[in-house]
């Protein structure tokens, strides 16, 4: 099966995050693309983490009643990877041609890949061509990390269709719907439960991936450390709300002390990406992701990096109809649909 979904009718996007599954549906139609279905249905702690399917029982489950919510006809279904099981690689080959590429990929790949290539479903996407070399992005994902997610798929009578890397799903929601920024060179940061990824982008390619252990869980764990509150009370804390019980000032201490953490990640990937590509500067950062809800994230992000930061809107370029998504609605889902709505925009 292809990392990299060819063309065809749409898929159903499903993005299975650490604290919730998502699913969008969308619709092509004269010059765009119409939303049909968004919904998320919550998972407990630990089910997921960091991608890998801890409990299938529990996310099959979850993900049979969210479908059974939405009424879904579509079987035919992209998902996404990410993680320290999925690799994502610029490489550099001597210039072949498509046939001696396809003949020599095992090879070539095997000196930049950190596992066994037997264990790996690969897919890659030539990036140029000059006149004695070619450059190619690598994607690697580990066979047991992907038959998880087939599996998980069939078990809920789904149809797995396309295996895709969060950060491509988010670059496809990112062009979709800033089509004037896509010629600019972007950072696109998604901030998940447990995981945070960073794509640099620029007329459509990827130039540099980076995918790091840390996440909305973190500011969970502080806050509930330092202030002796449950995980339910924890995550409403950092997102701003039920701040009547506690000092407001000692949650802001402690978001805002996890905050420059996260910022400081994200600069010093930035600063290596700089490092390589000194001649281009970054124009915006687009954040994604429920850790985006994050109060006052975006400032300390912006400070720190010294680039202009924004969230994301998945929505901003879709047709939507306000008797079936509620503007409060989209709003809420915004941050947390940025891979769903990616997936959905692959076809099979």
Do not use: W
Request: contains cysteine; charged residues 30%.
């Amino acid at each position: 099966m292809a990392l990299l979904g060819k063309k065809g009718r749409l898929a159903l996007g499903i993005d299975v995050g650490s604290s919730s599954i998502k699913l969008v549906e969308l619709k092509e139609e004269a010059g765009g693309y119409r939303l049909l279905r968004l919904a998320s249905y919550p998972l407990p702690p630990g089910a997921v983490v960091e991608r890998s399917i801890m409990d299938s029982t529990i996310v099959v489950e979850a993900l049979r009643s969210l479908l059974s919510s939405q009424k879904v006809r579509n079987r035919k279904v992209a998902v996404a990877v990410a993680g320290h099981s999925v690799i994502v690689k610029k490489v550099v080959f001597p210039k072949m041609t498509p046939k001696e590429l396809e003949e020599n990929l095992l090879v070539e790949a095997e000196r930049y890949i950190p596992f066994d290539i037997k264990d790996v479903n690969l897919d890659y996407h030539v990036v140029s061509k000059g006149e004695e070399e070619m450059e190619v992005l690598l994607v690697a994902a580990k066979r047991d990390l992907v038959e998880d997610y087939i599996s998980l798929l069939r078990e809920a009578r789904l149809e797995p269709a396309v295996i895709d890397v969060d950060v491509f799903a988010i670059q496809s929601a990112f062009e979709l719907n800033y089509p004037q920024e896509v010629g600019d060179l972007m950072a696109l940061c998604d901030i998940g439960a447990s995981i945070m990824s960073i794509n640099v982008v620029k007329g459509g390619e990827s130039l540099f991936t980076r995918d790091i252990s840390i996440g909305g869980n973190l500011y969970t764990e502080e806050l509930q450390k330092e202030l002796g509150v449950s995980f339910e009370e924890a995550e409403g804390l950092k997102l701003g709300r039920g701040t009547e019980k506690v000092e407001p000032t000692k949650v802001e201490r402690i978001v805002d002390r996890v905050s420059h953490m996260v910022s400081m990640e994200i600069a010093k990937s930035l600063d290596f990406f700089s490092a390589t590509y000194p001649e281009d500067r970054i124009r915006k950062l687009y954040l994604t992701g429920g850790t985006s809800k994050v109060p006052r994230l975006k400032d300390i992000i912006e400070e720190r990096t010294k680039i202009p930061v924004e969230v994301l809107n998945p929505f901003n370029n879709l047709v939507t109809d306000t008797r079936e998504f509620s503007p409060e609605y989209l709003q809420e889902m915004a941050p947390l649909a940025a891979v769903g709505v990616g997936l959905a925009l692959r076809k099979v």
